[in-house]
């Protein structure tokens, strides 16, 4: 059993423990937050907590004993500087999306793995989930690819906080934040996932009065089609995700998990393609997880789409003006 501890008591968190744990890979070890009592009211959530040792000091975590390996859940801006001192603490890390507030972190993250002999990985679920598989392989069935839109568009709980006069970390370029960097994440991951290094990249965005993006779209170009983007942190959209074939279309539903796939043919009726999957879609990112630390051996095809993601998200936010604080102290 692979000894987990967690940096971050959020929902989310919650949600990958829970995960992991259903592997049957991972043990729940410790837990860091920078209020004791906030690491405590997290492990009590789970069976065996009078079994997890509590941190509010990174560095003691780092050289304690009590894990092999780490899943970072904190804000964006933290998961560099987290993740790097943790790696060379030699710790394995499991990072959440996005790896870092800028692709020269990125790297530089991936380079502290290698010189450390740790996995790096970055908790991207989508790749993983059996309908996403089940997409890329349909790709192939559908004729030539000429056009494809990934949506994800959802209205921010903390939205209205944001527009009362708040500064929620949502919408906080303090903490790396913004649309494109969370929720667009999973609509720039897919596309890299599917296609991979587009040969051009246009993006627009709708800044909010914090100067991060709120909204926006970008296109993507390769050399037989093209794939637009479209994400939101303040507003919704009820449509799937579309990949349009010449001779067939699909349509995925929550591009982020996978939720259902359908072949649409003309002439024809909706065709599912949906494959059983797990309640929590974090099962299958911790299970690739789990198979990498256990092989001490990072995955090469997942190093690579992270590195280009992270350099796309750098492109489009320099030419939509998203300026992070985390960046000025690398050059871009």
């Not at 394995?92 to 999306?97: A, F, L, W």
């Not at 929720?183 to 996932?193: N, R, T």
């Not at 993507?220 to 939101?232: I, W």
Request: aromatic share 10%.
């Amino acid at each position: 059993m692979i000894k987990l501890a967690v940096v971050g008591t959020n929902w989310i968190t919650k949600q990958f423990v829970d995960a992991a744990l259903e592997t049957g890979r991972f043990v729940l070890s410790a837990v860091y937050s920078r209020k004791e009592e906030n690491a405590k009211a997290f492990a009590e959530q789970f069976e065996n907590s009078e079994q997890v040792t509590l941190f509010n000091d990174l560095d003691e975590l780092g050289d304690s004993d009590k894990a092999q390996a780490v899943y970072v859940a904190s804000p964006n801006s933290f998961h560099a500087p987290q993740a790097m001192a943790l790696l060379r603490a030699g710790k394995h890390v499991i990072c959440e999306k996005p790896l870092a507030s800028n692709y020269a972190l990125a790297k530089q993250m991936y380079q502290v793995a290698q010189e450390s002999g740790s996995v790096l990985f970055e908790a991207f679920m989508s790749p993983h989930t059996p309908n996403f598989k089940k997409l890329k392989e349909e790709l192939n069935n559908i004729g030539a690819l000429r056009q494809a839109s990934i949506s994800y568009c959802q209205r921010s709980s903390r939205y209205d906080r944001f527009l009362a006069g708040e500064n929620p970390n949502t919408f906080n370029p303090e903490f790396s934040n913004g649309s494109i960097m969370d929720i667009g994440y999973y609509c720039l991951g897919s596309a890299v996932e599917l296609f991979g290094r587009p040969t051009s990249v246009q993006a627009q965005a709708n800044l909010l009065s914090s100067g991060v993006d709120g909204n926006g779209t970008v296109s993507l170009q390769y050399p037989d089609f093209n794939v637009v983007l479209l994400h939101s942190k303040t507003s919704d959209s009820y449509v799937p995700s579309e990949f349009q074939g010449e001779q067939a279309a699909l349509h995925m539903t929550m591009i982020s998990i996978g939720e259902k796939l359908e072949r649409v043919t003309r002439g024809q009726p909706n065709q599912d393609l949906s494959l059983p999957q797990h309640s929590n879609p974090m099962y299958y990112e911790a299970l690739e997880f789990a198979e990498q630390v256990e092989s001490n051996t990072i995955n090469e095809e997942c190093k690579a789409r992270s590195l280009i993601v992270a350099e796309l998200l750098t492109e489009i936010r320099l030419q939509t003006g998203v300026v992070f604080p985390a960046d000025k102290t690398v050059t871009l």
